[in-house]
């Protein structure tokens, strides 16, 4: 730790008190796009426009899940600085419980610059996220995980703090849910993935776990799962998801959708996926709701649409029950 981080309490809940229905453990950050107006040039000056929003995988998800009328709650860390303010106020403006998150004087809060092009397709991203080398197993060990009935962690959490996070799993009660990021950062789960049981992944992640030079995602899936990681979402892009569990392999296709803007969609589709598993849908149920949120947010240019809602999925108020 590079100094003290203080736990930020808002109206009188403590974190030995507070039960979530989902805690999110992982990246807040402050997204910055630039879209190119034109095709882009290299070593030169590009003409684009700008935009700036909160990111982060662990927020994302946070706030799709809060948007979506679940009770959620966000651990992490931000800095002293404006941008951590923003962004504690406006997620306790969505009812995300923010009395998780700490404040580290000594680090800037996270900041994330995707530069994309005319099409919204991502060109390049850029990440200053040193704050979250301080979400170290002794931070993990002062939340009160074992009270949320599932946790979900994305990989900008160190090597050793998910690790540790498995272990903690295999002993407890709540169901754990992890998102790769990307794939170097998938590099940093344990070889043994027992514990998780949801894993999140795309095509070049899962690739990466299983260690394949040729991405061939049945594949990667079934060795995921014999890793000890229970039920494998991996996330195809425009071609859909393939989904891997106890029956097997199922490939779900991806609807025609306008794309205006990438930023987010696998966030939001774990969001409605997560959502609709805590209600009790079946796997494929639960990930064709992300894959309508994915294709949602992809047709905007939100990270987080501000409109998502259960009416806005097309799912109703008779959920499954728990």
């Not at 730790?1 to 039960?19: D, Y």
């Not at 580290?104 to 040193?130: C, S």
């Not at 959502?275 to 939100?302: F, H, K, N, Y």
């Amino acid at each position: 730790m590079t100094g003290p981080v203080a736990l930020r309490k808002l109206r009188g809940v403590t974190a030995n008190a507070t039960r979530h229905h989902i805690l999110c453990l992982g990246g807040a950050v402050i997204d910055r796009k630039y879209r190119g107006r034109a095709a882009p040039q290299f070593a030169t000056s590009n003409p684009v426009d700008a935009a700036q929003s909160f990111g982060g995988v662990a927020r994302n998800v946070a706030e799709t899940l809060a948007r979506l009328g679940v009770s959620t709650a966000l651990a992490t860390l931000v800095g002293e600085d404006g941008n951590g303010t923003a962004l504690l106020d406006h997620l306790a403006a969505l009812n995300v419980q923010v009395d998780l998150i700490g404040r580290n004087p000594h680090r800037r809060t996270a900041e994330y610059i995707a530069v994309l092009e005319p099409e919204g397709r991502l060109l390049i991203g850029l990440a200053e996220m040193a704050i979250f080398e301080d979400l170290t197993p002794g931070w993990l060990g002062k939340l009160p995980i074992e009270k949320a009935d599932w946790v979900f962690a994305d990989c900008n959490l160190p090597p050793e703090t998910l690790n540790t996070l498995l272990q903690r799993r295999r002993k407890g009660s709540f169901r754990l849910a992890v998102d790769a990021v990307s794939a170097p950062k998938a590099k940093r789960l344990p070889q043994d993935l027992s514990g998780i049981d949801l894993l999140f992944l795309n095509r070049d992640e899962a690739a990466a776990i299983a260690d394949q030079a040729v991405p061939v995602p049945v594949q990667a899936a079934l060795h995921i799962q014999s890793a000890g990681a229970a039920r494998v979402v991996v996330m195809l892009g425009a071609e859909g998801c393939l989904l891997a569990d106890q029956d097997g392999c199922t490939f779900l296709p991806a609807a025609a959708t306008t794309c205006v803007d990438v930023t987010g969609a696998g966030d939001a589709l774990i969001g409605g996926c997560l959502w609709q598993i805590s209600c009790g849908a079946p796997l494929t149920e639960a990930v064709a709701t992300g894959m309508r949120a994915a294709a949602l947010t992809i047709a905007s240019d939100a990270t987080v649409r501000p409109d998502m809602s259960p009416a806005l999925l097309g799912v109703g108020e008779n959920l499954h029950a728990r």
